[in-house]
């Protein structure tokens, strides 16, 4: 079975200071990882993804995450936090065995992002 | 503009009340997808379908069904609503690679 994990219901950050979000993950065989940002009353908005390839991945919004395999990590990183990222971002997690097609998201975390 | 709608937004109903929430996009997507929002569980997904009459169950199925009859379309059905079915709804669609996927605005649903 794949899982997510996101070990933060909340993290503080203060307008123009760096941001991670934390997300480890488990999953049989290579994984596929999302960022999703989702606004208030709004729908989720995909940020970035891995599928292979560089371990850093940029996103939307000046985002960017690492995958780190040893530590089945996939942080979500911003050097310069503004006020309007404040929202709810997922985790989510699938892998690539052929036929699977679940996503699996985290239980999200909400970043407060404060002038 | 590629999207995906739902409807309604918002729907209160009482136990027992058969009730559909309409999923439908334009990006002639293969795949699409149900999910339930709850506080602390984060999405948690319902049914998918991979194409036209091809349906599965996800994670909690329970209570529900699905039908994929047009590409497009993708309607959540609950036969006997119940309380512990209150929810905040997500549809989403993407293509064969599933490597984005776009949700709708949402559906606020409430059983009393």
């Known amino acids: 079975a794949q899982s997510v994990a996101q070990p933060e219901d909340q993290v503080n950050v203060a307008e123009g200071n760096p941001l991670t979000v934390k997300c480890t993950y488990s999953v049989s065989g290579n994984p596929y990882l999302f960022w999703y940002v989702q606004y208030p009353n709004r729908g989720l908005q995909f940020l970035l993804k891995y599928i292979t390839g560089d371990n850093l991945v940029k996103g939307s919004y000046g985002f960017e995450a690492e995958f780190n395999k040893s530590q089945t990590s996939f942080h979500l990183k911003k050097p310069s936090a503004l006020v309007s990222d404040s929202a709810l971002y997922f985790c989510?997690?699938?892998?690539?065995?052929?036929?699977?097609?679940?996503?699996?998201f985290g239980s999200g975390t909400r970043l407060q992002v404060q002038p | 503009e590629a999207q995906v709608t739902q409807n309604p937004r918002y729907l209160i109903t009482v136990t027992g009340k058969k009730l559909t929430v309409t999923c439908s996009q334009n990006m002639n997507h293969e795949y699409m997808s149900w999910y339930r929002q709850d506080p602390g569980l984060g999405l948690r997904q319902i049914y998918y379908s991979m194409n036209v009459e091809v349906t599965d169950k996800g994670d909690v199925p329970e209570g529900y069904k699905v039908s994929r009859k047009e590409k497009r379309n993708f309607p959540l059905i609950l036969e006997s609503p119940s309380p512990n079915q209150t929810s905040l709804y997500f549809c989403a669609s993407s293509s064969r690679d599933l490597n984005e996927q776009f949700f709708g605005p949402g559906t606020r649903l409430t059983v009393l």
């Open positions: 989510a997690v699938r892998d690539n065995v052929p036929g699977r097609r679940a996503l699996t």
